[in-house]
């Protein structure tokens, strides 16, 4: 009985000990890949922020209206800092994940390969929706200004309408590449927009119909007339 | 291979004098402008080898026939004396970016190949040019060594306010010569300055649209070439529509004087007082159309960009500059007034901005347009009764605020870098 139990117990311990020198590479090996991340992630956030500072980013940053979100937002972070920062995390994160799959363990495997599947149409997705964001902010103060310089009383509102309008597109158009709900967010932006435009028909031509009127008789009529009330200087 | 315009200069060899025309659907006044040149030409210098030249930007109303067409029939019925030489017509179309600048390119080019001595363009809207032009913007280069001649016209008091709120008092400050119309349009300048225009690279940017008038005379003196003015009387023009033209017209115009400030920064950061320049010509006063002026509308359009745009100034102004604004902007109409200090300092915040790039350029200089609005609206205001004279008096004072200021802008500009 003794010796069943002495037999049991050595093999248990046997095929123990055999598997943690089975896996004790695997575990030198995460921590060789942590460690080589770390520092190639140092290195990289090093290099990058002084190429983004020797590049100006943070002035181009300032002038796309970048940076001031950045400060409204609460962020006490430069541009380049932050955006150095962030590639210093993506490769902490990736390094993770490359040190949990050196332990080769099956659970973590189908995991791993899903999300490295799934990085490009992440990064896709923050790429529309950083460039969504500048060029909405962008035509968003080109259409301010053109709207003050017409003389529209609704100058802010034009410019907040482009600029929502940009912003909601570019969401979708993120949403959509990364695969979430993809009917839901067509069929939301179609119909969401379609009412936009039908209301603002409807209350234009129903709503606003003497304002119409009026204002497309005075545009004919002032295209008749034109000079009337007009600057005659010239301005060179 | 040869274009037709390269084959029609072949033609010509050499010139003397060669007279620029840049047009664009001007068949109405370019007749009178090329038998005024011709007139000229023949009249004061008769025995030169001239050659005018149309730099056409593709008109369609029959601009480029009228060209051909126009000849003086009979000198006699104007002139005593007959010119030895024919007068060459070029016509050509220009190419590049759409603007007066290329179709200048296209003349550079011109004057270049026919090794002209001294050239002139004159703009081809003017109903106001005579003869006596050509001689007062010709013989300076000719006959008196000048590389650059600037006009210097009799205008409308409330004329030309781009010129006189910003061009003129900025040029004169940081370059150190008087000369009161740096933006004329009608110029006459050396066969030598005219190559050297050509050495630049400058044909895809705002000099090649409205900015060409501040970057020859920017040039000329900068590079130390010796500049003058000619008294030419009163500058009429065909009437446009100014109030469409001004959006981007304002903003070529003050770019290039931006620009060139970036480039000539080490020239115009020493400190010295303006001189007059020599001034040719003979004064007269002239009778001039008068024009009308909205400047409720300015007014209102100042107040509009106050209320809308002080978020995109805030990232440019001081904080004292833009509190000041919002007080100017609670003014009633009837004490609307924008002073020469508070001018001066937007004038100078807005170029260094402009350096440091801190606003996107093109929104930064469509968004000083209420400014500058509020400014001649301010102007206009101050001066409905003044005369003339009086009018330019203001206008002398606000250059000294500018040259006032002058350590100011090189304080803040390097501070800036």
């Known amino acids: 009985m003794g010796e069943v139990w002495r037999v049991a117990i050595i093999d248990s311990l046997n095929k123990f000990l055999g598997k943690v020198i089975t896996f004790f590479p695997n575990v030198l090996a995460m921590m060789t890949i942590l460690i080589l991340g770390l520092i190639i992630a140092w290195v990289f956030k090093k290099i990058l922020f002084y190429f983004l500072k020797t590049i100006q980013f943070d002035r181009v940053s300032k002038q796309w209206g970048f940076a001031d979100i950045l400060s409204k937002g609460g962020v006490t972070y430069s541009p380049a800092h932050l955006l150095s920062r962030f590639f210093y995390w993506i490769i902490i994160l990736i390094t993770l994940i490359l040190g949990i799959n050196a332990l080769e363990v099956a659970a973590t495997q189908n995991f791993i390969a899903h999300f490295f599947n799934y990085l490009p149409n992440l990064f896709a997705g923050i790429l529309i929706l950083v460039i969504g964001y500048l060029i909405a902010i962008f035509l968003g103060q080109a259409t301010l200004i053109a709207a003050v310089n017409a003389q529209m009383e609704s100058a802010k509102l034009l410019s907040r309408i482009v600029r929502w309008f940009i912003i909601i597109l570019s969401l979708t158009m993120a949403l959509y590449h990364l695969g979430i709900a993809e009917k839901v967010i067509v069929a939301t932006f179609s119909i969401t927009f379609g009412g936009i435009v039908l209301a603002l028909a409807l209350a234009f031509g129903w709503g606003g119909r003497e304002l119409a009127k009026d204002f497309l008789e005075r545009y004919y009529k002032g295209r008749e007339k034109k000079g009337e009330g007009e600057d005659h200087i010239s301005h060179i | 291979m040869k274009t037709p315009f390269q084959g029609q200069l072949e033609e010509v060899r050499e010139a003397d004098i060669l007279v620029g025309i840049p047009s664009y659907n001007n068949s109405h006044t370019i007749g009178h402008v090329i038998r005024a040149v011709m007139a000229g030409l023949a009249k004061y210098f008769p025995k030169a080898k001239a050659v005018l030249v149309n730099s056409d930007g593709g008109s369609t109303d029959g601009t480029q026939e009228e060209v051909r067409r126009v000849q003086i029939e009979d000198y006699k019925t104007i002139l005593t004396s007959h010119p030895v030489h024919p007068i060459h017509k070029i016509i050509t179309p220009y190419h590049g970016v759409p603007g007066k600048g290329s179709a200048f390119r296209t003349i550079f080019?011109?004057?270049?190949?026919?090794?002209?001595?001294?050239?002139?363009?004159?703009?081809?809207?003017?109903?106001?040019?005579?003869?006596?032009?050509?001689?007062?913007?010709?013989?300076?280069?000719?006959?008196?060594?000048?590389?650059?001649?600037?006009?210097?016209?009799?205008?409308?008091?409330?004329?030309?306010?781009?010129?006189?709120?910003?061009?003129?008092?900025?040029?004169?400050?940081?370059?150190?010569?008087?000369?009161?119309?740096?933006?004329?349009?009608?110029?006459?300048?050396?066969?030598?300055?005219?190559?050297f225009y050509l050495t630049k690279e400058v044909w895809e940017t705002d000099v090649a649209r409205f900015g060409i008038d501040i970057w020859m005379t920017t040039l000329a003196i900068a590079e130390g070439y010796q500049v003058c003015q000619s008294y030419l009387g009163a500058k009429l023009h065909d009437a446009k529509d100014p109030g469409a033209d001004l959006g981007p017209m304002f903003t070529q115009v003050v770019s290039s004087v931006y620009y060139l400030m970036g480039e000539y920064q080490t020239l115009w950061e020493q400190g010295f007082t303006s001189q007059s320049v020599p001034t040719f010509g003979f004064h007269y006063e002239v009778g001039l159309e008068p024009v009308s002026v909205n400047v409720e509308r300015m007014i209102g359009n100042f107040r509009l960009g106050v209320r809308d745009l002080i978020e995109i100034w805030r990232k440019v102004l001081p904080a004292e500059t833009t509190r000041w604004l919002e007080s100017i902007e609670k003014l009633s109409d009837e004490a609307f007034f924008l002073p020469h200090d508070l001018w001066v300092r937007l004038i100078y915040e807005f170029a260094i901005a402009y350096h440091q790039g801190l606003v996107h350029r093109e929104h930064l200089l469509k968004s000083m347009i209420p400014l500058y609005l509020g400014k001649v609206a301010s102007f206009v205001k101050e001066n409905v009764d003044s005369s003339a004279i009086e009018v330019e008096k203001k206008i002398e004072s606000l250059c000294q605020v500018f040259e006032g200021m002058k350590p100011y802008l090189v304080e803040r500009w390097k501070k800036g870098e």
Do not use: M
């Open chain 2, 109 to 195: 080019e011109a004057a270049k190949s026919l090794k002209a001595k001294a050239c002139v363009v004159v703009d081809s809207d003017l109903r106001s040019i005579t003869p006596e032009w050509i001689e007062l913007l010709v013989r300076p280069v000719f006959e008196e060594g000048f590389d650059y001649v600037a006009p210097l016209y009799a205008r409308h008091k409330f004329d030309g306010t781009i010129t006189n709120s910003i061009v003129y008092p900025l040029t004169r400050t940081l370059y150190g010569k008087r000369i009161r119309q740096p933006i004329g349009g009608d110029f006459g300048f050396s066969g030598k300055l005219a190559n």
